[in-house]
């Protein structure tokens, strides 16, 4: 968290538009939003807010109001809105190809491989301490979204992979 805001207050100079989001907002979202050049912070899953902030910034509209976001303005006063729905995994699929190719390889067991990561669920029934799944759980209730548990179909899931072997070898 340190480290983005290091990166946002440095390129805020160039008024480069920016949603931070990630586990520690959607848990500290009072917290982040103080920070000083931070205006807009995400809450929750970011898949949707992220196409909305992406539109606004190609269309050059503004940022307040993003569902899924809290936004400060130059004057101080903060907007938030409620997270969004959770996502249906069946309908998302990462675009790949706007990586380097070298970005795919990866050590493993004393070897190099060529590797996707590939999301085949979301979510955790178990409740250990030292993760993000039990809050997860949590928010997605206290906010009437549903069960953050989730997994991708096997059709689909098959046909993702069968992509990834084909596209990408």
């Keep these: 968290f340190h480290q983005a805001v290091e990166f946002i207050r440095i390129s805020n100079s ?3 538009p920016h949603l931070l989001g990630g586990v520690f907002p959607s848990y500290a979202p009072d917290v982040c939003i103080e920070e000083y050049g931070i205006c807009l912070i995400g809450v929750g899953e970011g898949e949707k807010p992220v196409e909305i902030f992406c539109e606004r910034v190609r269309t050059g509209q503004g940022l307040e109001g993003i569902p899924g976001t809290w936004y400060q303005d130059s004057k101080e006063k903060i907007t938030k809105t409620l997270p969004t729905a959770l996502v249906d995994l069946n309908d998302y699929h990462p675009d790949f190809s706007l990586f380097d190719a070298a970005r795919f390889f990866r050590p493993m067991g004393g070897r190099v491989f060529k590797m996707i ?8 029934p178990y409740t250990c301490t030292f993760c993000n799944s039990p809050t997860q759980i949590s928010l997605a209730k206290s906010n009437g979204l549903g069960n953050f548990l989730r997994r991708k179909s096997i059709s689909v899931l098959k046909d993702e992979l069968l992509h990834y072997i084909d596209v990408y070898d």
């Design 117 to 124: 990561p590939v999301e085949s669920y979301r979510g955790c």
């Design 14 to 16: 160039f008024e480069i």
